[in-house]
């Protein structure tokens, strides 16, 4: 079984920065790619940032040059570094991983339980 596991929400000033973690852990063969995705109240879910096994990274225009994923593939984890916060930016945020669990699975879905991040004007 596989989990995905997130840290590093809160509250925050705007402008402020703040560091979010997420392990996966269980019976893993292989992680593709892993990312983070936000969905604020009435919004829905949205790709933030995503980062493959070469380390190829992409962003959401709304985040490019204020957010920066990077990924540990020894461990088997992700994180986003967000900085210059805005209050547009509150949102729970999900870990999300496509793995495989054994050789010859197919790659799947996973996703974290999700964080909160508040960012207050």
């Known amino acids: 079984q596989v989990q995905l596991v997130e840290s590093g929400g809160g509250l925050v000033q705007a402008g402020g920065s703040l560091r979010l973690s997420c392990a996966a852990s269980g019976s893993i063969f292989s992680i593709y790619a892993m990312g983070w995705y936000r969905q604020a109240p009435g919004k829905q879910r949205e790709l933030v940032a995503r980062?493959?096994?070469?380390?190829?990274?992409n962003y959401a225009d709304s985040v490019q040059g204020r957010f920066t994923i990077s990924r540990d593939n020894a461990k088997n984890t992700v994180a986003l570094q967000m900085n210059c916060l805005k209050p547009d930016d509150t949102a729970v945020y999900y870990c999300?991983?496509?793995?495989?669990?054994?050789?010859?699975?197919?790659?799947?879905?996973?996703w974290g339980q999700g964080t909160q991040v508040t960012v207050s004007s």
């Open positions: 980062i493959d096994s070469g380390g190829i990274a």
């Open positions: 999300n991983g496509q793995l495989r669990a054994r050789l010859f699975d197919p790659f799947r879905e996973y």
